[in-house]
C-alpha cells in the first residue's frame, strides 16, 4: 500500500473515533483530539474505535486510553456499553 493511502486510513480512523467519541459522550476536550491526531498506529486507533464503542462511560474509555499499545484486551463489564445503564435493575450492580 502507497504512503499517501496510509496516511488516508489514518485520517479516516481518527475522524471515526472521534465520531464514536462524540456520540458516545457529547462534547470532547481539545486535548483528546489533538492527542487523537497524534496517534500513528493504525491497529491502535482501531483499537480505541472498539473501546469508544464499547466502554460503558467516559472513565472506562481514558482508562483504556491511557493504557498505550500494550493494551489489546477489551473484556468484560467495563466494556458493556450498557453497564450503567442496567445498574440496578433485576440484581445486576453494573459491576465486573
Known amino acids: 500500500m502507497f504512503s499517501f ?46 473501546s469508544a464503542a464499547n466502554a460503558a462511560n467516559w472513565d472506562v474509555f481514558l482508562e483504556e486510553f491511557n493504557e498505550g499499545r500494550d493494551s489489546f484486551r477489551l473484556l468484560g463489564e467495563k466494556f458493556n456499553p450498557l453497564r450503567d445503564r442496567l445498574k440496578g435493575r433485576d440484581g445486576l450492580d453494573g459491576t465486573a
Open 5 to 50: 493511502q496510509d496516511d488516508a486510513l489514518l485520517v479516516d480512523d481518527r475522524e471515526d473515533l472521534i465520531a464514536v467519541l462524540r456520540m458516545r459522550f457529547g462534547s470532547i476536550p481539545g486535548e483528546m483530539i489533538e492527542d487523537i491526531y497524534g496517534i500513528v498506529d493504525m491497529n491502535a486507533l482501531q483499537r480505541l474505535i472498539l
